[in-house]
């Protein structure tokens, strides 16, 4: 299918050169010879790309364009003119014009501006569509009221730059609010940059948000740009906020507030832009009475407060999820999607989900990984979400399944997978602390969990 060019001017003889020398280079000519007839005619023939002439009678160019924006703002309008001037150039431009050619048109210019603007909107098709794929991936699931509450409060708080607090227990999706709100927001396509203040060492977490020269203490070998600067123009998601030193609170505050920061070693004052994202599962008020967190750190952050619910708060939405995170299991894996009874679900309902959303999602990639039938039926859920099921005392761990295997190995397999899922559970899903803790390298970990 050849892309349809609409070309409008008040000239037929620009209309006829154009027509004859487009059509030729494998275009579909459509023709208009005012503001008025463009509008009916993109909506009658939804062309590709418009080339229009600035100086016409009545509706002239520009307020042609403004209107051609404010109903089609991904189609891309070339401006021509013969009477070419800076100011309406800058005017075309400011009200969306994608390129801006002067009369006599030099045809190569015409060909080259249209295929540029062509694959420009190509390229931003591509990027809305990855940037829908992004939001339905990082969209919380559920139909609850306590997750239409967080939408709306997600929806409110988006467009904005304001400073956004996300509290919430483990597992709740906390990073997941902070995504969507970033796809949202006035930057989406600015980057997302995560840093994780639980994970970080005290004295390591400053180089990595405001970056190092080099030689600036012992180990920096080279320079180091820092989280804020890579988050330029986009978001800076601070995890687990409330784990962050009172020293580092300080520094924080004073970069927050003065909108500058130096990396550690250097005397130039850098400039942020940057929308801060930061998630706690502590009580930080109870954590600034305790003299571990600053106040003024805390409304400072604190401007919009955004609270995840527990999956217990929202059981209603056991079904959702558990079908959502088949669905994406079966198209990881490419293998038939599995389902849950209903007895099952209703099995799933009744148990507290401590470690909520996040503790689903891995029962569920469990169950579809040791589960040889497409369909999961109540005596096929795990102790001890299943109370029928003999368990060993020590851990709660299911006594059946591993011990019906008919090959060692194979068993060897599940019980080292079931060994390590457990312990990173019990970590809030920290692989680097779940392997030290077993004593076990951190690629070893990942390796199992990821063949599992």
Request: charged share 30%.
């Amino acid at each position: 299918m050849y892309p349809a060019v609409l070309i409008v001017d008040d000239e037929s003889t620009i209309i006829d050169s154009l027509d004859g020398i487009l059509s030729d280079d494998g275009f579909e000519v459509i023709h208009a010879f005012n503001g008025y007839e463009a509008l009916k005619k993109i909506d009658s023939y939804s062309p590709d790309i418009v080339l229009l002439d600035i100086w016409m009678p009545g509706m002239d160019g520009i307020d042609t364009l403004k209107e051609i924006k404010r109903h089609h703002p991904h189609l891309p309008v070339i401006m021509i003119t013969g009477h070419g001037s800076i100011e309406s150039a800058v005017d075309a431009t400011k009200s969306g014009a994608f390129d801006f050619l002067e009369k006599p048109l030099s045809i190569d210019k015409v060909i080259l501006s249209i295929n540029n603007a062509l694959n420009f909107r190509k390229l931003e098709e591509e990027n809305r569509y990855l940037r829908k794929k992004a939001i339905e991936k990082n969209s919380i699931t559920g139909t609850s009221p306590a997750v239409q509450k967080l939408y709306g409060e997600i929806m409110a708080a988006a467009p904005t730059d304001a400073s956004i607090l996300i509290t919430g227990e483990n597992g709740t999706g906390k990073e997941m609010v902070a995504r969507t709100i970033h796809q949202f927001s006035n930057r989406p396509e600015g980057p997302f940059i995560i840093i994780n203040c639980a994970a970080i060492p005290e004295e390591r977490l400053e180089p990595e948000l405001f970056g190092h020269e080099k030689g600036a203490f012992e180990g920096a070998s080279a320079k180091n740009r820092g989280k804020f600067e890579l988050a330029a123009g986009g978001t800076l998601f601070l995890d687990e906020i409330g784990d962050m030193s009172i020293n580092t609170q300080a520094k924080m505050l004073r970069a927050l507030e003065s909108k500058t920061f130096q990396r550690i070693g250097s005397s130039r004052t850098l400039h942020m832009d940057v929308r801060v994202i930061t998630s706690s599962n502590k009580d930080l008020e109870s954590e600034i009475k305790e003299g571990r967190f600053r106040e003024d750190l805390f409304f400072r952050l604190n401007v919009i407060p955004i609270h995840v619910p527990a999956l217990r708060k929202r059981i209603e939405d056991i079904p959702i999820l558990v079908d959502f995170f088949l669905t994406q299991l079966a198209e990881k894996s490419s293998a038939p999607k599995k389902t849950l009874s209903k007895e099952a679900v209703e099995l799933l309902k009744q148990w507290h989900w401590k470690g909520n959303v996040r503790e689903l999602k891995n029962l569920m990639e469990r169950l579809s990984i040791m589960v040889e039938s497409e369909s999961i039926g109540k005596n096929d859920i795990p102790a001890p979400y299943n109370p029928d099921i003999e368990t060993f005392p020590e851990t709660g761990e299911e006594r059946n399944r591993i011990f019906t295997m008919a090959q060692l190995d194979q068993a060897k397999v599940a019980f080292e997978t079931e060994f390590i899922r457990l312990r990173v559970d019990q970590m809030n899903g920290d692989l680097q602390a779940a392997a030290k803790q077993m004593g076990a390298s951190l690629n070893f970990i990942k390796k199992r969990i990821s063949r599992s």
